[in-house]
C-alpha cells in the first residue's frame, strides 16, 4: 500500500487526533459481522513468531472471516524470502506457507515496486532513478523522506529487474498471488491533511516534486512527439500528453512486464493503489491485474467515512466488469461502529470486499 509509508501513517493518526480509542476497538475489530463480501488484512512479518503463534494467528483471522492475508515479502531493501536478487533479511514465507494452508488462509506476498532502497543499486545504478524537474535524481535527492528513493518504470534494465524479480517470486509454490504496492511515481501532490505535517502547501505542481525527466523519460517523450519535456514545454505540468505519458509510463510496465509474469505462474494479481492516481501518474483502471486495493484512507483527504463507498462506486464504474475492487480501510480512524458501517457501505457500492490497514499496526497500537 503503497503511507507515505504506512508507519508514518500511524504516527500521522496519532497526530490528527485519531489514536484516542481504547483497546476495545481491537476486539470490536475482529468479531464484525461476517457479510457477503471478502475481507483480507495487510500484515508486516513479525521476526520472531512460532509455528503456534502464526497457527493461532490465521484461526483467529479465519473466525472473524478473514481469509486472505497481504504478507509483505520485500520492503524496497530487504526481501522476506529466498530471492537471489535481492538481500534476505530471513525467509519467513516458506515458513508460513504451509502454516496459512493448514488453517485455510490464502497468502498474497507483498511487495513494494518501485521505490528501492538498497544503497548497492544506488551506487551502482544510479541511472535507474527517477529525476524531477530540477534535474535532482531521487537515489540522491528523494522527496519528502529518505525511503522516497523511486527507479524509473522506462528504464529498460529497471523493468528486466523488476521482470526477474517478480517472476522469481510468483514461482513459489503454495502463494496464491502477488500484490504490487508502490507501483506509481512519488507524489507530485500529497493527500491534503499529509500537506501540514511537512509543512508545506501544494496549490500546483512544483518542479521538485514533479517525476520522471530522466533521460530515457525525455528521449522516448521526444520520440513520440517531437518535444522535450524540459526545453520544449513552456508549461509541462498543463501539457496533456507529457502527463498521459507519465500514466503510460507506469501502465507499461504493469501491463507489459509485471502482470504477464505473474499471470504466466498462475497467480492472482493485484496492486496497492490510490485515489487520487493522477497526483502519482498511476492510471491504475487501465491496469490489466485481477484486483485493485484502492487505499481510501478518508482521513488523509479530510474526508468522513462515507466518502470511502463514494470512491468505490466512482472507480467500479471505470474498470471493466472483470476486474475486483477491495476497498482498504485505515482502520484507527474508524470506530467500531463506522467500521461495520464502511464494510457494509462499500459492498453495497461495488466493492467485492474489505481489507483493513493492517493487522501488525492493529496489535501496535490497541494491544
Same mark, same amino acid.
Given at each position: 500500500m503503497n503511507k507515505i509509508n504506512r508507519k508514518t501513517f500511524l504516527k500521522q493518526? %496519532?497526530?490528527?487526533?485519531?489514536?484516542?480509542?481504547? %483497546?476495545?476497538?481491537? %476486539?470490536?475489530?475482529? @468479531?464484525?459481522?461476517?457479510?457477503?463480501?471478502?475481507?483480507?488484512?495487510? *500484515?508486516?512479518? @513479525?521476526?520472531?513468531? &512460532?509455528?503456534?503463534?502464526? +497457527? /493461532?494467528?490465521?484461526r483467529n483471522l479465519k473466525s472473524k472471516g478473514i481469509k486472505s492475508v497481504l504478507l509483505m515479502v520485500y520492503d524496497s531493501h530487504k526481501a522476506f524470502y529466498n530471492n537471489p536478487?535481492?538481500?534476505? /533479511?530471513?525467509?519467513?514465507?516458506?515458513?508460513?506457507?504451509p502454516l496459512a494452508s493448514q488453517v485455510g488462509i490464502e497468502i498474497h506476498a507483498w511487495m513494494w515496486t518501485l521505490p528501492n532502497n538498497n544503497p548497492d543499486y544506488a551506487q551502482h545504478h544510479p541511472d535507474w532513478f527517477v529525476v524531477n524537474r530540477e534535474g535532482k535524481p531521487a537515489h540522491s535527492h528523494p522527496a519528502y523522506v529518505s525511503y522516497y528513493k523511486f527507479m524509473c518504470p522506462n528504464?529498460?534494465?529497471?523493468? /528486466?529487474? +523488476?521482470?526477474?524479480?517478480?517472476?522469481? +517470486?510468483? &514461482?513459489? /509454490?503454495?502463494?496464491?498471488?502477488?500484490?504490487?504496492?508502490?507501483?506509481? *511515481?512519488?507524489?507530485?501532490?500529497?493527500?491534503?491533511?499529509?500537506?501540514?505535517?511537512?509543512?508545506?502547501?501544494?496549490?500546483k505542481e512544483y518542479p521538485q516534486?514533479?517525476?520522471?525527466?530522466?533521460?530515457?523519460?525525455?528521449?522516448?517523450? &521526444?520520440?513520440?512527439?517531437?518535444?522535450?519535456?524540459?526545453?520544449?514545454? &513552456?508549461?509541462?505540468?498543463?501539457?496533456?500528453?507529457?502527463?498521459?505519458?507519465?500514466?503510460?509510463?507506469?501502465?507499461s510496465l504493469v501491463n507489459e512486464v509485471l502482470a504477464p509474469a505473474i499471470e504466466a505462474k498462475g497467480k492472482y494479481s493485484s496492486a496497492a493503489v490510490f485515489?487520487?492516481?493522477?497526483?502519482?501518474?498511476?492510471?491504475? *483502471?487501465?491496469?490489466?491485474l485481477n484486483a485493485f486495493f484502492p487505499m481510501l484512507y478518508h482521513n488523509f483527504y479530510n474526508a468522513q467515512p462515507g466518502w470511502i463507498a463514494e470512491q468505490v462506486r466512482k472507480f467500479k464504474n471505470q474498470i471493466p466488469l472483470s476486474k475486483k475492487i477491495y476497498a482498504g480501510v485505515f482502520v484507527p480512524a474508524l470506530t467500531p461502529q463506522e467500521l461495520v458501517e464502511v464494510e457494509k457501505l462499500s459492498l453495497d457500492a461495488g466493492a467485492e470486499g474489505i481489507s483493513f490497514f493492517d493487522y501488525n499496526a492493529m496489535i501496535e497500537l490497541y494491544g
Open positions: 493518526a %496519532s497526530l490528527l487526533g485519531l489514536g484516542g480509542f481504547t %483497546s476495545s476497538i481491537l %476486539s470490536a475489530w475482529l @468479531p464484525l459481522p461476517v457479510l457477503y463480501g471478502k475481507r483480507w488484512v495487510w *500484515m508486516h512479518p @513479525p521476526h520472531k513468531r &512460532s509455528e503456534d503463534d502464526w +497457527l /493461532e494467528r490465521f536478487l535481492l538481500p534476505v /533479511e530471513q525467509d519467513i514465507l516458506q515458513r508460513v506457507l528504464h529498460p534494465e529497471v523493468r /528486466e529487474f +523488476l521482470r526477474q524479480h517478480v517472476t522469481f +517470486l510468483a &514461482s513459489i /509454490e503454495g502463494l496464491a498471488g502477488v500484490h504490487l504496492d508502490y507501483i506509481r *511515481m512519488p507524489d507530485v501532490i500529497l493527500a491534503e491533511a499529509l500537506q501540514p505535517k511537512y509543512n508545506i502547501v501544494q496549490d516534486y514533479d517525476y520522471c525527466y530522466c533521460n530515457h523519460c525525455r528521449r522516448l517523450f &521526444s520520440e513520440l512527439t517531437g518535444k522535450d519535456p524540459i526545453s520544449d514545454l &513552456s508549461d509541462p505540468f498543463a501539457d496533456a500528453q507529457w502527463r498521459q505519458f507519465r500514466f503510460d509510463s507506469v501502465t485515489p487520487n492516481y493522477e497526483s502519482v501518474r498511476q492510471q491504475w *483502471m487501465r491496469w490489466n
